[in-house]
């Protein structure tokens, strides 16, 4: 944005010719006045050039513009009133504020890894359920990530607006197979049957990969008779390198987009389904953990004894948050009321939120690699930034008005100043200079009479009159040449 905005300019440009167009035509009215009284005209001419015109009625505006110096005077007065109302409107009309962004391409390193280090997320402990003690570190970043607190760049070079990148770092390959059963909740042997279930275990696949399967079951939706159909899920975890697609908001960080896509996979021995109690934890236990703590959950289908009534019974968050609470969204409303939603696909997004949370706070955390004793390198990219930006749009045609008007007004000033090479002396309207011409033209009018006339009653009586003073601008006073010395009192000698 400018310093100084456009429009404070033009209200500068406006206000600046309106004051030059006051001082003009004041200064062009006393030229035309001195011009006439120079050249010779009637008391009523120069009355209606003092006062711009007659505005008492048509007939005597009329009469009054019919001298060529008034008309002059009237014009140049209406134009310049127009141009003091119209010019400041049309020129503000002629710039309109526009709010942009600037889009530019720029690189930059980001705090994230490609690799979280072995025993960041904690160590392998077979005595807790989720085979993992989770560290200082890996505890405070689920934490956030389960609260949805902002991730801050904390960067020298941070986004200007909305930023997007597409940044390579660590993450999870998830992969899901479903299939389909079905189950008569009122048979006796289903009391205690599984209506929702989340739940895991490590293993290595057939190439020695470390893995988690995900297991995920609920029942989708339930017949009049009771009949649910019962979907489940399998879905595979390996660690790997994935595509985050990123978004950036001056210094708040996102996931953007349907989610990261595969690159390479990134497996650590660390995560090893056999890994010695104690050793150093990878990036696959991290996930685990979470499992562990935020997802595991399950619904058990409970009959009423002596009843055809079904409850269910519920541990874990995700069982209630996935339960279609709502009858309005099932397909029974019979004492079968038992249904969820899929959670799978919450399940892998939030996964991928974690994972991406975690090697940016590993990356953030300068750590060393252990290989080297380097810092672990940043990820370089290249991210587009869309800066907002205040853009100011020309309409030309306001523009066109008002200098058009703005020249019609310092024309018309500008004549009012035709012949001033003729005057010879500073001039002005004030009474004590005007008066010096015009006193043997009026001095019959003082009497008790018309002491308190009208001045178009004065008009019709003296305005007929002829005025011819054609060297009271160079010497108004007409003083003839004297001694000083003489004491000799000046006379007062007629014009004209």
């Not at 005077?73 to 020129?91: C, E, R, Y």
């Not at 004793?373 to 587009?384: A, D, F, H, I, M």
């Not at 002396?425 to 200079?433: A, Q, T």
Request: glycine content about 6%; hydrophobic content about 40%.
């Amino acid at each position: 944005m400018p310093s100084v905005q456009p429009s404070v300019l033009l209200a500068i440009i406006a206000g600046v010719h309106n004051a030059a167009q006051a001082f003009a035509l004041s200064s062009g009215i006393a030229n035309v006045w001195w011009i006439n009284v120079s050249c010779g005209t009637k008391l009523h001419t120069l009355h209606y050039v003092w006062s711009k015109g007659s505005w008492g009625g048509i007939q005597e505006f009329v009469h009054a513009i019919s001298s060529f110096s008034v008309a002059r005077v009237v014009f140049a007065t209406i134009a310049t009133m127009v141009a003091g109302i119209a010019t400041g409107p049309l020129l503000q009309r002629g710039i309109r504020a526009v709010d942009t962004s600037i889009h530019s391409t720029l690189t930059r390193d980001w705090d994230i890894v490609k690799t979280i280090p072995d025993d960041w997320t904690g160590n392998v402990d077979y005595a807790t359920a989720s085979n993992i003690t989770g560290s200082v570190s890996l505890q405070s970043t689920i934490q956030d990530w389960y609260r949805y607190i902002n991730i801050k760049d904390s960067s020298d070079k941070p986004c200007l607006g909305t930023c997007h990148a597409k940044i390579p770092a660590a993450g999870v390959y998830i992969n899901c197979s479903e299939t389909q059963t079905f189950m008569d909740l009122t048979k006796p042997e289903n009391n205690n049957a599984r209506l929702f279930s989340i739940d895991y275990h490590r293993f290595n696949n057939d190439s020695g990969v470390p893995a988690i399967a995900v297991d995920i079951l609920y029942v989708d939706r339930v017949a009049s008779s009771c009949n649910a159909t019962v979907m489940k899920s399998t879905c595979t975890v390996t660690t790997a390198v994935m595509e985050y697609d990123v978004l950036m908001e001056n210094r708040t960080v996102s996931l953007d987009g349907e989610g990261p896509r595969f690159q390479f996979g990134n497996s650590s021995v660390s995560d090893s389904a056999f890994a010695d109690n104690g050793a150093a934890a990878g990036p696959l236990g991290g996930i685990g953990w979470v499992l562990e703590h935020y997802f595991k959950s399950n619904a058990t289908l409970i009959h009423e004894n002596g009843t055809t009534n079904y409850q269910s019974k519920v541990n874990g968050i995700l069982a209630f948050q996935f339960a279609k609470a709502n009858t309005l969204t099932v397909t029974n409303q019979g004492s079968c009321v038992l249904q969820w939603d899929d959670p799978t696909y919450y399940m892998t997004w939030r996964l991928h939120e974690a994972m991406f949370r975690m090697a940016w706070e590993a990356g953030s955390d300068e750590l060393l690699d252990e290989s080297t004793g380097e810092p672990l390198p940043k990820t370089q990219t290249l991210y587009e930034q869309d800066r907002p930006a205040l853009v100011y749009e020309k309409i030309i045609a306001p523009v066109w008005v008002a200098v058009a008007i703005m020249l019609v007004a310092v024309f018309s000033t500008s004549n009012l100043m035709w012949r001033f090479w003729r005057i010879y002396r500073p001039v002005s309207l004030s009474p004590l200079e005007t008066a010096v011409v015009l006193r043997s033209r009026v001095n019959d009018m003082y009497d008790e009479e018309r002491s308190f006339a009208e001045v178009k009653d004065l008009i019709n009586h003296v305005g007929d009159r002829d005025i011819d003073a054609p060297h009271a601008v160079e010497n108004p006073y007409h003083i003839k040449p004297r001694n000083i010395a003489s004491h000799e009192a000046p006379g007062s000698v007629p014009l004209g």
